[in-house]
């Protein structure tokens, strides 16, 4: 079987999610591409920055947002390593994301594939297109290695 390179905003993701890992943080990473033009990047930071809200789907939006100078990021992508929960699901809604691409599942906390499936409610704003399990061995071992830690 033949196997494929990560796309490079998986890769730039993963990286992202490798920076909160370093940093004591829930290692989960993101950007936002449009056009192919990476426009921001974050990491997961609810520790450092002691916001609840500091994952790293929030902080990238909250970047792309101002430097595309508005509330709207409609063309844009989303690449994510972990399904995103239900506040980060509901702001990719609010923020008119064309393109989610995430890596691992979240059974317990996600709200894609899993949960409140946020994107499949009647009332939702906007439904991106959703892909799932790019980088997800990659975002899943990270994921597993920071646990394993601090047990």
């Given at each position: 079987?033949?196997?494929?390179?990560?796309?490079?905003?998986?890769?730039?993701?993963?990286?992202q999610a490798r920076e909160a890992q370093s940093a004591g943080e829930?290692?989960?990473?993101?950007?936002?591409?449009?056009?192919?033009?990476?426009?921001a990047s974050a990491h997961n930071a609810p520790r450092t920055l002691r916001d609840p809200t500091a994952h790293a789907e929030m902080l990238v939006i909250r970047q792309a947002a101002a430097k595309?100078?508005?509330?709207?990021l409609e063309g844009c992508e989303l690449w994510v390593t972990l399904e995103p929960c239900a506040m980060c699901a509901g702001a990719i809604a609010h923020a008119r994301?064309?393109?989610?691409?995430?890596?691992?599942s979240d059974p317990k906390g996600?709200?894609?594939e899993h949960g409140a499936r946020v994107f499949e409610q009647e009332r939702c704003l906007?439904?991106?297109?959703?892909?799932?399990?790019?980088?997800?061995?990659q975002a899943a071992e990270l994921l597993r290695e920071f646990f394993r830690e601090r047990r």
């Open positions: 079987m033949t196997k494929w390179p990560l796309p490079e905003p998986m890769v730039l993701a993963l990286a829930v290692p989960v990473g993101a950007v936002v591409i449009k056009d192919g033009e990476l426009i595309l100078g508005g509330e709207r994301i064309a393109r989610l691409y995430y890596g691992a996600g709200a894609v906007h439904r991106p297109e959703v892909y799932a399990g790019m980088g997800e061995a």
